[in-house]
């Protein structure tokens, strides 16, 4: 059973930073992962995606204020929020897949962020 375990969440004033971070349990499912978020009352968004040559994906509108980034041994995601918005609170949940699947097979539990003002 692979694990992925999120921290770095929690409640900051809007315009603030926050950078949240995954840790993987398996180096095989460490080269396609993911971030996605749901806020209240929403569905679930992709937020950004890290794939096996190293290439990134972050939502459109997103770009700019988001960055996702993994460390050299590719046991941590992280990402980067920068200019913090009301409209970024949510659960932000990592996932990862193996590179060859399309749907992503293992999830963190979530984590809760905050941004208020």
């Known amino acids: 059973q692979v694990q992925l375990a999120e921290s770095g969440g929690g409640s900051v004033q809007a315009g603030g930073s926050l950078s949240l971070s995954c840790e993987v349990s398996?180096?095989?499912?460490?080269?396609?992962m993911g971030w996605f978020r749901q806020a209240p009352g929403k569905e679930r968004e992709g937020v950004a995606n890290?794939?096996?040559?190293?290439?990134?994906w972050v939502r459109g509108y997103l770009k700019g204020r988001f960055t996702v980034s993994q460390d050299p041994d590719k046991k941590t995601l992280r990402l980067l929020m920068n200019d913090l918005r009301p409209e970024d609170t949510g659960v932000y949940s990592c996932?990862?897949?193996?590179?060859?699947?399309?749907?992503?097979?293992?999830w963190g539990q979530g984590i809760q962020v905050t941004v208020s003002g």
């Open positions: 996932a990862a897949r193996m590179c060859h699947e399309a749907s992503y097979k293992y």
């Open positions: 398996s180096y095989a499912y460490s080269s396609c």
């Open positions: 890290i794939v096996s040559d190293g290439g990134t």
